[in-house]
């Protein structure tokens, strides 16, 4: 008799599991941009169920109110990956409405009103300023028609009417007002820098009149990389920055910086979007702050006088941001046993409370697979670190002596980092008896400058040599099939996937999702933000022409002989539809096993939860077929062009 608790014996990617990819786009709700006021706690939170619908929720005492009600999706398109879309200051919120791009205002539980009229006007990071009945906000104008936005710093009354306070660089971040009102301190940048290799932090005395006068920079400059500034509540100016090779803590106090915590540690993080946040002010003398150590996060308290930091136990190891009172840290943090969550955190006490979860759901445990944080050799002696997820699931077993395929991940940015925390779009595939392996390959975030620098010129060789050496140290180890290696990716990750299969001979497949394939057309279709990106990941514009050829997928497509899924959003602006397009009609040419798969209304990143189930279920029969394996009936046909029936 067989024993019912006994897992059966099966290859691996037939396993049956419950985490279809319905469950993964019904249970994973994200949650960004946290803001305490008081006693209230807000939160942004996407909702699949509704076209990717972003909606403002507060938790006040015990109970939950959505201030943002359909069809109102707060986010902006600064940058064009925004954030910073609303601020909320003594019950008072304003927001940026995705549709329009018009501000508007929510006083309390009343409904919203129209703050700003202009659609081609774009804001971000925005500060309440009462004293002067405005907002200060980074301006995105796009009404001149010209090739890209002008950006400025500006203040927004709340009548609507709009005053310049800072221009002539080519971005602004972070304006920050301090406590009495009488100082603005701001971040800008100009082209060819990215945020991450340099910045310049300013402050100014604001007049009377509310205007800016006698504006200095008081740190940061081409090789200096400064995040988040912050005024403490006795009003002196902290800020974030990478002057000693790690994003450390600094303070601006009569004319002299201060380092606060030297370490080998990240507290700061590339700013891809706005209004992040990884410390706080509990006090004028206490910090509360996370940091990063080789991929894993900590919470710690830091007095703002001396090095002692203390830590607060959690059992978290990512913490995306944090905001601070008096009282508790709030806070959005996951680990390998914890889908994303928001948590209140009692500073003295370390007791924790849950308000929201980014799964309310979990799968048994029996269905899950833990992560372990691993370091592995490179190519030309680096060292490079990734998360390995082994195959898990409680009713199967993989037949006797058969190693899993291997699902090798290269993160998007390429600024970019991979964590533990837990995903059901990872479990997914473990739970079908797949290894995963997510990477932070050379470049990634967390693992101080200098590992970050080096990707400067080797976008394409650098991340690429690091997937593909932890897909052989992996085989090599006995933990994949080296015959079944598979890799995806999405955005930068794509780019390190096409040009893992056309320039090694490694990964026998991949998936693309809305990846770059053509470097010269990335610089020509790309927006402001990212318009220059590749003079550092590349090379400067005079050697581009033969290094962009020589890197670029689409001009080697005679090397790409393995079978390749695209999957694309036709609204996307940051990697235009062209790109996955050109590839597709080449391998098609050429004989190729190919597929691609559209999806209308979707951008960069796929937000609609039909979206989320198309694209998974379509990846798992895209790889069983060119595995040879049966695919389960109620799998979707998928059309691959050349690959037998």
């Known amino acids: 008799m067989t024993d019912p608790h006994r897992p059966q014996a099966a290859p691996c990617g037939t396993w049956t599991s419950p985490i279809s990819a319905a469950v993964v786009a019904a249970g994973a709700m994200p949650l960004s941009q946290l803001a305490l006021d008081g006693d209230d706690v807000l939160w942004l939170a996407g909702r ?33 990956y925004g954030g910073g879309a609303y601020a909320v200051d003594g019950g008072t919120v304003w927001f940026s409405h995705h549709a329009d791009n018009r501000l508007y205002r929510v006083d309390n539980d009343g409904a919203p009103v129209l703050m ?41 009354g709340f009548d ?65 990389s400064i995040c988040q500034p912050e005024w403490s509540p006795d009003g002196l100016l902290h800020f974030v920055s990478d002057r000693s090779g790690w994003w450390n803590l600094y303070r601006f106090e009569h004319g002299v910086v201060h380092a606060l915590c030297p370490r080998e540690a990240e507290f700061g993080g590339p700013h891809w979007v706005f209004g992040g946040a990884m410390y706080g002010f509990r006090s004028a003398d206490e910090i509360v702050c996370t940091y990063i150590e080789e991929g894993v996060s900590r919470l710690a308290r830091l007095s703002t006088r001396g090095c002692a930091l203390t830590p607060i136990d959690t059992p978290y190891q990512e913490i995306r941001e944090l905001r601070v009172n008096s009282g508790k840290v709030a806070l959005l943090a996951g680990s390998p046993t914890i889908a994303l969550e928001l948590a209140l955190v009692d500073v003295d006490s370390g007791a924790r409370e849950v308000l929201a979860r980014s799964i309310e759901h979990l799968p048994d ?72 392996l997510d990477v932070n390959y050379g470049g990634s975030t967390g693992f101080g400058r200098h590992y970050r620098d080096l990707l400067r010129g080797q976008w394409g060789v650098i991340d690429v040599e690091d997937c593909v050496a932890g897909a052989r140290h992996l085989a090599e180890q006995g933990l994949a099939d080296p015959e079944r290696l598979l890799i995806r990716g999405s955005s930068a990750g794509g780019l390190t996937t096409l040009s ?41 514009k005079a050697q581009a022409a033969a290094v962009y050829r020589q890197r670029s997928p689409i001009h080697h497509t005679a090397s790409l002989t393995r079978p390749m899924i695209f999957f694309q959003g036709l609204d996307d602006k940051v990697v235009p539809p062209q790109q996955s397009e050109s590839m597709v009609e080449a391998l098609r040419a050429r004989g190729v096993p190919v597929a691609y798969i559209t999806l209308e209304g979707e951008g960069h990143g796929f937000r609609k939860a039909d979206s989320v189930v198309r694209t998974l279920e379509a990846e798992l029969v895209f790889y069983l077929r060119v595995f040879g394996i049966a695919v389960p009936g109620e799998l979707p046909r998928v059309e691959i062009e050349n690959l037998p029936a």
């Open 116 to 156: 700003t009229r202009e659609d081609a006007v774009r804001y971000a990071d925005f500060v309440p300023d009462r004293a002067r009945s405005r907002l200060v906000a980074v301006r995105e104008d796009h009404l001149a028609g010209e090739a890209y936005p002008v950006n400025t710093i500006c203040a927004v």
């Open 160 to 224: 609507g009417s709009e005053t310049i306070l800072v221009d002539g660089n080519d971005f602004y971040a972070a304006p920050r007002l301090s406590p009495d009102g009488r100082h603005l301190a701001w971040l800008c940048w100009d082209h060819p820098r990215m945020p991450w290799q340099g910045t310049e932090l300013w402050v100014a005395n604001v007049a009377p009149d509310g205007s800016l006068v006698d504006g200095r920079m008081v740190a940061g400059g081409m090789d200096e």
């Open 500 to 540: 893992a299969l056309t320039f090694h001979n490694v990964f026998k497949a991949g998936a693309s999702y809305y990846g770059v394939s053509d470097l010269a057309g990335l610089d020509a279709d790309s927006h402001k933000f990212e318009s220059h990106y590749n003079e550092y990941l590349i090379a400067p």
């Open 365 to 436: 445990a029996g269905y899950l697979s833990v992560p372990r944080s691993i370091r592995y050799p490179s190519a030309n002696g680096r060292t490079a670190y990734a998360f390995h997820y082994a195959p898990a699931n409680k009713d199967y077993t993989p037949t006797d002596g058969e190693l899993p395929p291997l699902i090798v991940i290269g993160h998007g940015g390429p600024t970019g980092m991979a964590t533990s925390t837990l995903k059901l779009a990872t479990q997914f595939w473990t739970s079908r008896g797949f290894a995963v």
């Open 48 to 80: 699949a169920s509704e076209a990717g619908r972003t909606t403002l929720l507060r938790r006040r005492a015990a109970s939950q109110a959505e201030l943002t009600p359909a069809p109102f999706n707060v986010r902006n398109r600064v940058h064009e």
